[in-house]
């Protein structure tokens, strides 16, 4: 090797070098994010030169994003007092769908469920009363009541239906509304939907109900 090969080599060699070091510079700072095995968000790794120019490269760790939670399940709006227990509670939903619907306070349709059924949808009493708004079905023991002009609920839907949490509790406030449109009040209305033995006494548990649970 000459003397002008032996000068020239080592900056040849040194240039090589440092393209392949600069290269690889930009490799790694383009570099696009990816995701981690869990979902989650994973920052390109940075690419230093380190400050000694001695050409050495450190790659710092890689710090994960984590992910977005996901979208919280709406809730829907519960418009009966949280005084109620947890029985009635737990048909607020249905319960503010059909008060809304027609144009029933949700309390008091919480008040006659609480007093009929206490919330329980396989309710069944000793007249025949079906479900959570204990509605008399057209069959089953209410199927023996008979009217002037045959049997008394003969235009009622099925035990079966009434066994169904939400065409119970629409059925019951659906009769609830009528009752007050053709009495004109709530207590005739909620003696007219009770037990014919019980009168305004009736209504008047129910409305105590009200007053207990509905503020």
Known sequence: MTAVQKAVFPGTLAGILFLVLFTNFLVGARQGFTLSPAGAVVQPARVFQ??????????????????APASAPEVSDCAISPAFPQSIQQWCDKITL???????????VASV?????GGNPN??????AVGLM???PRDGLAAKFQCINGPCFASRPSMEELYDPDFN???GARMLASLIARHGNVRD????????DMGYRYADIVLAILEKYGQ
Do not use: F, H, W
């Not at 380190?50 to 710090?63: F, L, M």
């Not at 469920?113 to 059924?117: G, H, I, K, V, Y």
């Not at 309710?123 to 025949?128: D, F, L, P, R, V």
């Open 98 to 108: 059909y008060a809304s619907e027609y144009g029933l306070d949700p309390n008091l």
């Open 134 to 136: 204990q509605v008399m």
């Open 189 to 196: 209305a909620l003696k007219a939907y009770g037990p014919m």
């Open 123 to 128: 309710a069944y009493s000793k007249s025949g």
């Open 169 to 171: 509790i629409q059925y």
């Open 113 to 117: 469920m609480l007093q009929e059924s």
């Open 50 to 67: 380190s400050v000694t120019g001695a050409g050495e490269i450190r790659v710092e760790e890689q710090q994960a994003i984590p992910a």
